[in-house]
């Protein structure tokens, strides 16, 4: 399998991160020419995929086809698949994007580097938080804790920070009767 080079892997890293996982705008100073063989690449090895844009709504669009339309382009699952993200992890934080849109900013960020991308890599802690809530059983802080070795407060912070802030899962609490407080991601 064909690894990606840096700017490859920048352009799936920031596309993990935005809704639907839309790999526009591409990075600064990447521009003309360049853009054009680095995204013909990606599109080529079926990293990335060119779909219909809706001007109207304001996406960001990679060409335009005529007559008010055009195209943008998103990371597929083969393109997180090349820069460690499970498939099925990016499809639970896609479609919980999709299902609890977050209000728009007053001012987009600007693409400077200001914002750092936030990438689920395979096999780490976190994607394995992600997998125990997915389960139909859901998790308890003490199965979490004991699975990652974390302590109680980091995987509460985990949950309310980075799985619900950052990345826009829902994420449920109920009582258990025998194991206390169990979490669900809903998907």
Do not use: C, F
Request: aromatic residues 2%; proline residues 6%.
């Amino acid at each position: 399998m064909t690894t990606p080079s840096d700017t490859q892997s920048r352009i799936l890293s920031r596309a993990a991160t935005r809704p639907g996982n839309l790999a526009l705008p591409l990075p600064e100073g990447l521009v003309g020419a360049a853009a054009k063989m680095v995204v013909g690449k990606m599109i080529a090895r079926g990293w990335l995929d060119e779909v219909e844009v809706n001007l109207r709504r304001g996406e960001p669009m990679w060409r335009e086809t005529g007559e008010g339309h055009g195209t943008t382009l998103i990371a597929t699952e083969a393109g997180l698949e090349a820069i460690g993200i499970e498939p099925l992890v990016a499809s639970a934080v896609a479609s919980a994007r999709k299902a609890k849109p977050k209000p728009e900013p007053l001012q987009a960020p600007s693409d400077t580097g200001t914002v750092k991308p936030v990438a689920i890599r395979a096999g780490t802690k976190q994607a394995q938080i992600i997998a125990m809530l997915q389960r139909p059983e859901g998790a308890s802080i003490a199965e979490m804790v004991e699975a990652t070795g974390w302590l109680a407060h980091t995987v509460r912070g985990s949950i309310s920070g980075a799985l619900k802030k950052k990345l826009g899962l829902s994420i449920t609490a109920e009582k258990a009767e025998g194991r206390g407080t169990v979490y669900k991601s809903v998907r």
